[in-house]
């Protein structure tokens, strides 16, 4: 559904070269590497936003960064779900407007027992800059599932979460992939995690390889 082909990027020294990636529907993989490795560099690739400098990103069959603006706009409005390391919530909004703002660009419900089950809900009208860190990055997770996308990116999306909170959050992401035939592909720091992935891969010496 979704593969990397021999995907290079630099900034200022190379990050990696020749990454190879494959993702089917209801796969969850995990990448992991030291900080600075381009772990976010490499989902923000393949997941539409950044434009490999060598390689290429196919998904369902058609070369990503060769679509037509608008097909890419509709497929990272529709069909991917990036949750951010940095979470770039609206700040004066509530936490509810927030995730209002992602259920009308989807059209799609928002579903409260989700926002129960992330325990979020007795918070939804506060301001996002008056909520924990825990609260803002969990609020993030809600309105990205929002959107039932067909593909999470997920960010360090437990990164402000303690084990137990982190824990619940993965399950939540699972169940999602798995009621919804969806893919998860997360990179975390957290090796602690891995249990929560079919595969875990790792950016070292500038490659990914197989972790576990
Ligand atoms: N837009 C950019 N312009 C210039 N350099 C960038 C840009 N984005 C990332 N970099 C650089 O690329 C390197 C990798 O960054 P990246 O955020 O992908 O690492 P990471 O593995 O996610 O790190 P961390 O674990 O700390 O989140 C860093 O040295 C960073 O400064
Ligand atoms: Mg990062």
């Not at 990027?9 to 990050?15: G, Q, W």
């Not at 190879?20 to 590497?33: E, H, Q, T």
């Not at 990036?82 to 009308?104: G, K, P, R």
């Not at 799609?108 to 939804?124: G, Y």
Request: proline share 2%.
């Amino acid at each position: 559904m979704l593969e990397a082909v021999n995907i290079s990027h630099s900034f200022d020294y190379l990050l990696f070269e020749d990454v190879n990636l494959k993702i089917k529907p209801k796969d969850k993989i995990a990448i992991i590497g030291k900080s600075g490795s381009g772990k976010s560099t490499l989902l923000h690739i393949i997941s539409a936003l950044l434009k490999p400098q060598k390689g290429e990103v196919i998904y369902n069959g058609k070369n990503l960064y060769k679509l037509k603006e608008k097909e890419l706009i509709n497929i990272r409005r529709y069909e991917f779900g990036v949750i951010f390391q940095f979470h770039y919530l609206f700040n004066t909004f509530t936490a509810l407007e927030n995730i209002q703002a992602a259920s009308l660009l989807a059209e799609r419900e928002i579903d409260w027992k989700l926002l129960k089950r992330l325990d979020i809900d007795n918070v939804i009208h506060q301001n996002i800059q008056t909520l924990s860190g825990g609260q803002q990055q969990r609020v993030s997770i809600a309105r990205v599932l929002t959107k039932k996308p067909k593909i999470i990116f997920a960010d360090e999306p437990t990164g402000n979460l303690d084990r137990n909170n982190a824990n619940e959050v993965m399950e939540i992401l699972n169940e999602y992939c798995e009621n919804n035939n969806a893919s998860l592909i997360t990179v975390t720091h957290d090796t602690e995690l891995a249990e929560f992935f079919d595969k875990v891969y790792k950016l070292k010496n500038k490659r990914l390889e197989i972790w576990i």
